[in-house]
């Protein structure tokens, strides 16, 4: 089991959709409900929902990456509004779909992470206890 050392080695396994501690098994079952522990290492998530974060996220992302097609698609093209309106709505329902897990599997890692930090600062067992000081109460 290859435990994750770094937030960053958490967020890529997130965002991969696979568990953020061991990144072997699933994080997610069906489209984005999450599990309530990996299958592989065991590790628990319940109480890690990210609630609206994801959702906005994506709103982000997606509106940010089909503006360049949108300008397009208005400015230089010569097609009829309904045939830009399909286009444009297929684009951004495949650019949703495929972020919006992603974007939770992110979230949740951050979660599961932040929460291992403060953890590991509450019993004394943090590395560098400077760095998440503040977590302390």
């Known amino acids: 089991m ?18 953020p501690r061991c990144g072997e098994a699933r ?35 997606s509106t940010h990456a089909f503006w360049p097609v949108f300008m397009y698609l208005d400015r230089q093209s010569d097609m009829s509004a309904s045939t830009e309106l399909a286009i444009g709505l297929s684009v951004m329902t495949a650019l949703v779909l495929f972020i919006l897990p992603r974007a939770r599997g992110l979230f949740v890692a951050h979660m599961w992470w ?24």
């Not at 435990?3 to 696979?18: E, I, K, M, P, Y």
């Open 2 to 19: 290859a435990d994750a050392r770094t937030l960053a080695q958490a967020l890529v396994h997130g965002a991969a959709l696979t568990c």
């Open 27 to 61: 994080l997610f079952h069906h489209y984005s409900k999450r599990v309530d522990a990996c299958a592989h290492c065991g590790e628990d998530f319940v109480g890690l929902d990210a609630d609206d974060g994801p959702t906005w996220l994506t709103i982000v992302l």
């Open 114 to 137: 932040t929460e291992r930090r403060i953890a590991s600062v509450m019993n004394g067992t943090a590395k560098h206890p400077d760095a998440v000081a503040s977590a302390a109460p």
